[in-house]
């Protein structure tokens, strides 16, 4: 198995990881500065975090089954580059044309155009990571991508969230601005080729002048219509990614059920807009970050399935554990404790589903393949989020969070014990 320095040392694997840390350290200040805008307006509010966030998930259903048929029409590297560039001009129109604006739909249509074009980029980005590393690496740099988001987290979250609390929320937008912009750069200056190119013995150049005629022929033939059907086919028939699917499903649904009540949660607890909120997303991002490191050194010995079966459980064990402890006991470092257990458990959950989808799907699908399992996860995460924030209004957030963290316990268990019984999940 590839030690990380080997795959760091892929100079186009490189770019694609260093360019997303950026921008994903930008994010966390951007995710901090709309929490802190939100908490401004409306304290305590979780359908108002909701609201919010709803407009940076419908984009996912009214982009993502288009957007996955394009990104395997286009340079990848290219796509993502360009959309990298569109974001961080126009989240710089939010602090310089917008913050102060007395209606907020100016503020929530940017912040849908924006995560519109994130989802040509999303597709793009875990479809490439094949073409640029060999297949006994696959593991491993899907476990340095996912770290890109746990070393955000750990460097962002908690710097953001005491930042966006003494400076203001406007820094969180510039800050966020110009990391896409760095990582627009880092991603340009990928010199990958398509597959069909590399090591070509044409000097003249004839082979590719043939290869993307043919290509100018089979977009003409085929529609987007057509691609988004086979996307689809291809999805119901597989069934290692078909079920793959229906786990991230219920993860992310967990995850959009626990979210808004969350922040609320942790605000009225510890009584902090952001600073708190975001250090306890630094613990859960340390604990990310080393639950990844671990999984993809040690997880080529054993199978992907089990091990989010068995993530699942603990998971839902730590999340149960975490609601009741802080709620009885609402002081900041037994908060952050749980939460880096917290992170550790589910951080080999979205490794191992990754690496099933790469190892199941042919290069040509993987954009149509990912963009599915985008509406997949962001359906579960809405209809959950909008749910449990209405339930909040209601029911204490302590409940809420303790149902959660059941179920999700609950239904790692049964599949652990079904495990024999699933033929094809060896």
Request: hydrophobic share 55%.
């Amino acid at each position: 198995m590839a030690k990380f320095r080997e795959v760091l040392r892929n100079r186009n694997f490189f770019f694609l990881w260093i360019g997303q840390i950026i921008s994903q350290l930008g994010d966390r200040l951007d995710q901090m500065a709309l929490i802190a805008f939100v908490y401004s307006r409306s304290p305590g509010s979780t359908i108002e975090i909701a609201k919010l966030l709803s407009f940076t998930i419908i984009p996912v259903f009214l982009i993502g089954p288009i957007a996955g048929a394009y990104v395997d029409r286009w340079d990848r590297r290219l796509t993502m580059s360009i959309c990298d560039f569109l974001r961080a001009v126009l989240v710089l129109a939010i602090p310089l044309f917008l913050f102060y604006s007395k209606s907020l739909a100016p503020i929530y249509l940017i912040i849908f155009v924006v995560f519109c074009i994130g989802r040509f980029f999303v597709p793009a980005k875990l479809s490439i990571i094949p073409d640029l590393v060999q297949g006994k690496d696959l593991l491993m740099a899907n476990s340095l991508v996912n770290t890109t988001g746990m070393i955000a987290a750990i460097l962002g979250f908690g710097a953001s969230g005491m930042l966006v609390q003494w400076l203001g929320a406007k820094i969180g937008f510039y800050l966020d601005s110009l990391s896409f912009l760095v990582s627009g750069t880092c991603i340009f200056l990928i010199a990958k080729k398509p597959k069909a190119f590399a090591g070509s013995a044409d000097p003249t150049g004839s082979a590719r002048l043939v290869e993307v005629g043919h290509q100018i022929v089979e977009v003409i033939r085929k529609s987007v219509y057509q691609d988004i059907k086979e996307g689809v086919w291809y999805f119901i028939r597989k069934k290692d990614i078909r079920f793959t699917a229906v786990l991230i499903f219920v993860l992310w649904s967990a995850l959009g059920a626990s979210y808004a009540v969350t922040i609320a949660f942790v605000q009225k607890t510890l009584h902090s807009a952001t600073k708190d909120l975001g250090l306890l997303v630094m613990f859960l991002g340390f604990g990310l970050f080393f639950g990844s490191l671990s999984y993809g050194r040690f997880g080529q010995r054993l199978s992907h399935y089990k091990i989010i079966f068995a993530s699942l459980v603990f998971s839902g064990i730590m999340l149960l554990v975490f609601a009741r402890i802080v709620y009885l006991y609402p002081h900041f470092w037994v908060a952050a404790a749980l939460a880096l257990g917290l992170g550790v458990s589910v951080a080999p959950i979205m490794i191992a589903s990754n690496t099933i989808v790469h190892n199941a799907s042919d290069d040509q699908m993987r954009g149509k393949i990912f963009s599915s399992l985008e509406i997949v996860m962001h359906l579960g995460f809405l209809v959950f989020m909008l749910l449990s924030s209405i339930l909040a209004e209601r029911f204490s957030h302590v409940l809420i969070l303790s149902i959660v963290g059941v179920f999700v316990s609950i239904l790692g268990l049964a599949h652990i014990i079904c495990y024999r019984k699933i033929p094809w999940l060896d």
